[in-house]
């Protein structure tokens, strides 16, 4: 297998490159500043005590399968190309892991 | 530096092994260590028979049964079929997607140290204190009671050869992803290669689980845990479960690839292409995927309660679909053909009505109220040794013969494998049918013995001789074996003469390089294409050029050894405190291995044009 | 070598870490196993929230849990997966220094949060909540501490990674690299976001 295969054009625009680059990071810092946010309204609702724990449970885990997706999405690059095969792992991998979950919450005591 | 054609000594050619990380070599390895675990997981099982074969034997009596019974499970399942299957896939999947080798040749070897070291570990056990004894599922509620060290054998030992099984999985996910050569879309791919793709997805979400057992049992027995312990509030369940997440999974990582292997042969030996090549890659991915919503149906009888265990029950049902439309298209793919009756082919065509048997018997243990009367009797010992026995081994049988020539370069005897093929299908029926009906009559598996006049002793006794018929069976593959590598015929690149995929369009056994040039891939059946058309090889996508090599390793090796060192360690500590210093630095040994490997740079080596061509003119290719 | 060739910004491919056959095969393969690490992790998750009210006399969840501890924990972990972040893109950008820079921030970040997580356990021994107190303990420290086990791999990975290249700089040889063992730096923190929800938060609640 041949090692080389840069873009094909040695004078890729660097200028447009690292520019796009930047954009990337500016979301990745909203995407930060949003996670931060979300982590600071989990433990708010948890140390509020007037929310009762049916709505804060169901409350912060979806907080957290959020800010999970933005860890994926912005911070692992799964939004870019190229990411097709990593996406069926990982969803094939979630679907197990949510069957073992759920089952380990209702069958393991009857 | 010419690595081709070299004359070795004997202390040259084991150090090639030790540190190879070609996949035709490891796949020489998986067979020949899988084939001796096989052949101890054998003479175990007649240990067994021999106990059974009259009332109120005492031939292996109480607790050794108990070892041996369980031994011969844990050693089939881990230590006989999965290297095997891993043995079939190395020595032919890189080669049917024109790869030069596989995505990771260093992980390759590290998966089969791994392996090879859990399963010496396990077996030590023999010798230092008596063997596990709690079953092959080592459920917690035995095993945590279970004197001695034979249980952490199997804990650590599992847990090693475990992590070697989850790294070949990966690595083959990865080669069939970023491997296959030009034109190798995935629906050319052949079926072999898609069941190695599918199995490789199910060993790595099925492993995981049980390496997650097996901590909380290795916790428990060893480091005061209290998982599976009542008394603090653990719960036995839990074992189960993981175990059975990981293990039905488990039944298809080891059947999917048989199947791949009868696909292969089928349509070789009818001369026609496999019927219904799409609804076979579907049927298998729809396997694979069911494959993880039925584990509780080996609980039924846990009291997981009605709704859990309809849910599981019509899952498990379902499963029968997919198998049909692949029996259905096994049987179309012959119909019509120009059918030649090889050894590989008896073996495929006496699968179907075998597995179908098994899986009959499956969808009736699935009825969970039925299941009640069948659970724990030899009925259900009948279902799963009709279908690992009737599936897996004679997909490793066919395959074995089937692909020797490929991996060796020599046609096994046709004359010797038919009568092996006989003497074992004889003698699996004649095992495992009659116990269908003992179990029906009421004999529970796993006890040591029985008494008289309970009408089990004709059973018992057909079934003890159908078990050296099979026994019989393999010595004369032996023999096969050693008289073909004595003086067998030198077998051809397409060695049956009607190959259909890329692996008989090159040499038998290949070069280390496997394609002089990467091959143009024109269609499904790819060689099959070019021989209708006149070719004699196959149409390369590149010109002839230098070929980069990985380098060689004996790093695999010793970050093995040092987890079968730490294992050690680890599982004494109670007794001798410096025992704990053992084991950390068993696992010093293997993190300073995988810093040396992170550290040097391995760029591998080239293998230069002329040699290729010298080696290429010297008739490899004929 | 190829793939240790000298390249300058402009001659750095866009997606350094894909760029040759081996770097492909990385990624591909490292995003596999997080699949299964996914799987891993459900399951040690899936077993703790079987046995998180299994206290067996010993201290509860509630009892043990500090809100502040906890916060300051995760808030350094967040923190390093964006700097991490920022070392990939200084990567992108082929500014071998910056990276380093990020990447050794991320590693203090990384072992300020293994610091507090090895206090905070030897506080709660120290409270009578040792791993064999009770099934909940157990499961506790089994699936913490798999983390910070991780946390750990990763610090020493990360590290090895900048010594070792430290002289050299940035090639397609050692590109994949980097970026594959900042995918597992993310992954972690992944899993601490679960962690610090369903263990700590959802055990405060009760």
Same mark, same amino acid.
């Given at each position: 297998?041949?090692?080389?295969?840069?873009?094909?054009?040695?004078?890729?625009?660097?200028?447009?490159?690292?520019?796009?680059?930047?954009?990337?990071?500016?979301?990745?810092?909203?995407?930060?500043?949003?996670?931060?946010?979300?982590?600071?309204?989990?433990?708010?609702?948890?140390?509020?005590?007037?929310?009762?724990?049916?709505?804060?449970?169901?409350?912060?885990?979806?907080?957290?399968?959020?800010?999970?997706?933005?860890?994926?999405?912005?911070?692992?690059?799964?939004?870019?190309?190229?990411?097709?095969?990593?996406?069926?792992?990982?969803?094939?991998?979630?679907?197990?892991?949510?069957?073992?979950?759920?089952?380990?919450?209702?069958?393991?005591?009857? | 530096?010419?690595?081709?054609?070299?004359?070795?000594?004997?202390?040259?050619?084991?150090?090639?092994?030790?540190?190879?990380?070609?996949?035709?070599?490891?796949?020489?390895?998986?067979?020949?260590?899988?084939?001796?675990?096989?052949?101890?997981?054998?003479?175990?099982?007649?240990?067994?028979?021999?106990?059974?074969?009259?009332?109120?034997?005492?031939?292996?009596?109480?607790?050794?049964?108990?070892?041996?019974?369980?031994?011969?499970?844990?050693?089939?399942?881990?230590?006989?079929?999965?290297?095997?299957?891993?043995?079939?896939?190395?020595?032919?999947?890189?080669?049917?997607?024109?790869?030069?080798?596989?995505?990771?040749?260093?992980?390759?070897?590290?998966?089969?140290?791994?392996?090879?070291?859990?399963?010496?570990?396990?077996?030590?056990?023999?010798?230092?204190?008596?063997?596990?004894?709690?079953?092959?599922?080592?459920?917690?509620?035995?095993?945590?009671?279970?004197?001695?060290?034979?249980?952490?054998?199997?804990?650590?030992?599992?847990?090693?050869?475990?992590?070697?099984?989850?790294?070949?999985?990966?690595?083959?996910?990865?080669?069939?992803?970023?491997?296959?050569?030009?034109?190798?879309?995935?629906?050319?791919?052949?079926?072999?290669?898609?069941?190695?793709?599918?199995?490789?997805?199910?060993?790595?979400?099925?492993?995981?689980?049980?390496?997650?057992?097996?901590?909380?049992?290795?916790?428990?027995?060893?480091?005061?845990?209290?998982?599976?312990?009542?008394?603090?509030?653990?719960?036995?369940?839990?074992?189960?479960?993981?175990?059975?997440?990981?293990?039905?999974?488990?039944?298809?990582?080891?059947?999917?690839?048989?199947?791949?292997?009868?696909?292969?042969?089928?349509?070789?030996?009818?001369?026609?292409?496999?019927?219904?090549?799409?609804?076979?890659?579907?049927?298998?991915?729809?396997?694979?995927?069911?494959?993880?919503?039925?584990?509780?149906?080996?609980?039924?009888?846990?009291?997981?309660?009605?709704?859990?265990?309809?849910?599981?029950?019509?899952?498990?049902?379902?499963?029968?679909?997919?198998?049909?439309?692949?029996?259905?298209?096994?049987?179309?793919?012959?119909?019509?053909?120009?059918?030649?009756?090889?050894?590989?082919?008896?073996?495929?065509?006496?699968?179907?009505?075998?597995?179908?048997?098994?899986?009959?018997?499956?969808?009736?243990?699935?009825?969970?109220?039925?299941?009640?009367?069948?659970?724990?009797?030899?009925?259900?010992?009948?279902?799963?040794?009709?279908?690992?026995?009737?599936?897996?081994?004679?997909?490793?049988?066919?395959?074995?013969?089937?692909?020797?020539?490929?991996?060796?370069?020599?046609?096994?005897?046709?004359?010797?494998?038919?009568?092996?093929?006989?003497?074992?299908?004889?003698?699996?029926?004649?095992?495992?049918?009659?116990?269908?009906?003992?179990?029906?009559?009421?004999?529970?598996?796993?006890?040591?013995?029985?008494?008289?006049?309970?009408?089990?002793?004709?059973?018992?006794?057909?079934?003890?001789?159908?078990?050296?018929?099979?026994?019989?069976?393999?010595?004369?593959?032996?023999?096969?074996?050693?008289?073909?590598?004595?003086?067998?015929?030198?077998?051809?690149?397409?060695?049956?003469?009607?190959?259909?995929?890329?692996?008989?369009?090159?040499?038998?056994?290949?070069?280390?390089?496997?394609?002089?040039?990467?091959?143009?891939?024109?269609?499904?059946?790819?060689?099959?294409?070019?021989?209708?058309?006149?070719?004699?090889?196959?149409?390369?996508?590149?010109?002839?050029?230098?070929?980069?090599?990985?380098?060689?390793?004996?790093?695999?090796?010793?970050?093995?050894?040092?987890?079968?060192?730490?294992?050690?360690?680890?599982?004494?500590?109670?007794?001798?405190?410096?025992?704990?210093?053992?084991?950390?630095?068993?696992?010093?040994?293997?993190?300073?291995?995988?810093?040396?490997?992170?550290?040097?740079?391995?760029?591998?080596?080239?293998?230069?044009?002329?040699?290729?061509?010298?080696?290429?003119?010297?008739?490899?290719?004929? | 070598?190829?793939?240790?060739?000298?390249?300058?910004?402009?001659?750095?491919?866009?997606?350094?870490?894909?760029?040759?056959?081996?770097?492909?095969?990385? !990624?591909? +393969?490292?995003?596999? /196993?997080?699949?299964? $690490?996914? &799987?891993?992790?459900?399951?040690? %998750?899936? *077993?703790?929230?079987?046995?998180?009210?299994?206290?067996?006399?010993?201290?509860?969840?509630?009892?043990?849990?500090?809100?502040?501890?906890?916060?300051?924990?995760?808030?350094?972990?967040?923190?390093?997966?964006?700097?991490?972040?920022?070392?990939?893109?200084?990567?992108?950008?082929?500014?071998?220094?910056?990276?380093?820079?990020?990447?050794?921030?991320?590693?203090?970040?990384?072992?300020? !949060?293994? +610091?507090?997580?090895? /206090?905070?356990?030897? $506080?709660? &021994?120290?409270?009578?909540?040792? %791993?064999? *107190?009770?099934?909940?303990?157990?499961?506790?420290?089994?699936?913490?501490?798999?983390?910070?086990?991780?946390?750990?791999?990763?610090?020493?990975?990360?590290?090895?990674?900048?010594?070792?290249?430290?002289?050299?700089?940035?090639?397609?040889?050692?590109?994949?690299?980097?970026?594959?063992?900042?995918?597992?730096?993310?992954?972690?923190?992944?899993?601490?976001?679960?962690?610090?929800?369903?263990?700590?938060?959802?055990?405060?609640?009760?």
């Amino acid at each position: 297998m041949e090692q080389h295969t840069n873009s094909g054009n040695p004078n890729v625009d660097l200028a447009y490159r690292r520019k796009k680059n930047a954009e990337d990071m500016k979301h990745q810092v909203i995407s930060f500043v949003l996670m931060i946010f979300l982590t600071l309204i989990a433990f708010f609702a948890v140390g509020y005590d007037k929310f009762s724990p049916w709505f804060s449970v169901p409350f912060i885990l979806l907080l957290a399968a959020v800010q999970v997706a933005f860890q994926l999405y912005y911070f692992m690059h799964m939004s870019h190309k190229g990411h097709e095969v990593p996406s069926v792992f990982l969803y094939a991998g979630v679907f197990v892991a949510f069957l073992t979950i759920w089952a380990f919450m209702t069958i393991v005591w009857w | 530096m010419s690595t081709l054609a070299r004359k070795k000594g004997v202390g040259a050619v084991i150090w090639d092994y030790l540190t190879t990380v070609d996949h035709k070599k490891i796949a020489i390895l998986y067979l020949i260590a899988g084939g001796i675990f096989f052949l101890a997981g054998g003479v175990e099982a007649l240990l067994i028979r021999i106990q059974l074969a009259v009332p109120n034997n005492d031939f292996v009596v109480g607790g050794l049964y108990n070892q041996i019974l369980t031994m011969h499970g844990t050693t089939m399942i881990f230590l006989a079929a999965m290297p095997l299957v891993f043995a079939m896939m190395n020595a032919v999947v890189p080669i049917q997607i024109g790869a030069r080798d596989v995505a990771f040749p260093f992980l390759n070897a590290l998966g089969f140290w791994l392996f090879f070291f859990g399963g010496v570990f396990l077996n030590c056990s023999w010798f230092l204190g008596g063997a596990p004894d709690a079953g092959w599922t080592s459920y917690a509620s035995l095993s945590l009671e279970s004197p001695g060290h034979g249980i952490d054998f199997y804990v650590l030992g599992l847990q090693i050869s475990g992590f070697g099984t989850l790294i070949g999985g990966i690595n083959f996910l990865v080669t069939i992803v970023t491997m296959r050569a030009p034109g190798m879309t995935y629906m050319r791919m052949p079926l072999f290669t898609w069941t190695t793709f599918v199995a490789s997805a199910l060993i790595l979400f099925a492993f995981p689980p049980l390496t997650v057992g097996l901590i909380l049992m290795m916790m428990d027995r060893l480091f005061g845990g209290n998982f599976f312990d009542p008394a603090a509030g653990g719960n036995t369940i839990i074992w189960e479960h993981l175990f059975w997440i990981f293990g039905h999974p488990e039944v298809y990582i080891l059947v999917l690839p048989a199947f791949g292997i009868f696909s292969e042969i089928f349509a070789t030996f009818s001369k026609k292409r496999l019927f219904g090549y799409s609804s076979m890659v579907f049927a298998t991915v729809l396997i694979g995927f069911l494959g993880f919503m039925v584990w509780a149906h080996h609980m039924f009888t846990a009291g997981l309660g009605p709704v859990a265990n309809a849910i599981f029950a019509v899952a498990t049902m379902a499963i029968a679909v997919p198998t049909g439309i692949k029996i259905f298209n096994w049987l179309f793919t012959m119909w019509g053909g120009n059918i030649r009756f090889t050894t590989p082919m008896l073996y495929a065509v006496a699968f179907i009505p075998s597995f179908v048997m098994g899986g009959v018997t499956g969808v009736m243990n699935a009825a969970a109220a039925a299941d009640y009367q069948y659970h724990d009797s030899y009925f259900v010992v009948a279902h799963f040794h009709y279908v690992i026995v009737g599936g897996v081994v004679f997909g490793l049988l066919a395959g074995a013969h089937y692909w020797w020539p490929k991996m060796f370069g020599k046609m096994l005897s046709e004359k010797l494998g038919k009568v092996t093929f006989w003497l074992f299908f004889i003698g699996f029926h004649l095992t495992f049918f009659i116990q269908h009906f003992l179990g029906l009559m009421g004999m529970p598996r796993r006890v040591f013995t029985y008494l008289p006049g309970q009408g089990w002793e004709t059973g018992n006794l057909i079934s003890t001789i159908g078990a050296f018929f099979m026994a019989t069976a393999t010595v004369v593959l032996l023999i096969n074996i050693v008289v073909t590598t004595v003086k067998g015929k030198k077998a051809d690149a397409d060695a049956w003469g009607d190959g259909r995929t890329l692996e008989w369009a090159v040499a038998s056994p290949p070069p280390e390089y496997n394609f002089a040039q990467t091959p143009l891939v024109r269609g499904l059946d790819a060689y099959w294409i070019e021989k209708m058309e006149g070719r004699k090889g196959l149409t390369p996508a590149e010109p002839l050029g230098d070929i980069h090599m990985p380098n060689p390793s004996i790093l695999p090796f010793i970050i093995s050894l040092g987890l079968f060192i730490a294992a050690f360690g680890f599982m004494y500590h109670k007794q001798h405190s410096w025992s704990l210093f053992v084991g950390i630095a068993g696992l010093l040994i293997t993190l300073g291995s995988m810093f040396l490997r992170s550290v040097i740079d391995d760029h591998g080596f080239h293998i230069h044009k002329e040699e290729i061509l010298e080696a290429e003119n010297k008739g490899v290719k004929a | 070598m190829h793939v240790e060739e000298k390249l300058t910004a402009e001659t750095f491919p866009a997606s350094p870490e894909k760029a040759t056959l081996e770097g492909k095969n990385k !990624f591909i +393969g490292f995003w596999t /196993f997080l699949g299964g $690490e996914t &799987v891993m992790f459900a399951s040690l %998750f899936a *077993t703790f929230l079987a046995l998180r009210d299994k206290t067996a006399n010993g201290p509860t969840a509630e009892e043990l849990f500090k809100m502040p501890l906890v916060f300051v924990a995760t808030m350094l972990l967040l923190t390093s997966s964006l700097t991490s972040v920022y070392a990939m893109y200084h990567m992108k950008n082929f500014d071998f220094k910056k990276m380093q820079l990020w990447l050794g921030v991320t590693v203090l970040l990384g072992a300020g !949060f293994l +610091g507090l997580e090895i /206090f905070e356990f030897n $506080e709660y &021994v120290h409270e009578g909540f040792k %791993f064999s *107190t009770s099934a909940f303990s157990s499961s506790f420290y089994t699936l913490v501490g798999t983390h910070g086990a991780h946390v750990t791999f990763g610090l020493l990975w990360i590290l090895t990674l900048m010594i070792r290249n430290a002289k050299r700089g940035l090639n397609l040889y050692n590109a994949p690299k980097f970026y594959v063992a900042s995918l597992y730096w993310h992954f972690i923190d992944v899993v601490w976001v679960f962690i610090f929800t369903v263990v700590y938060l959802m055990g405060m609640v009760g």
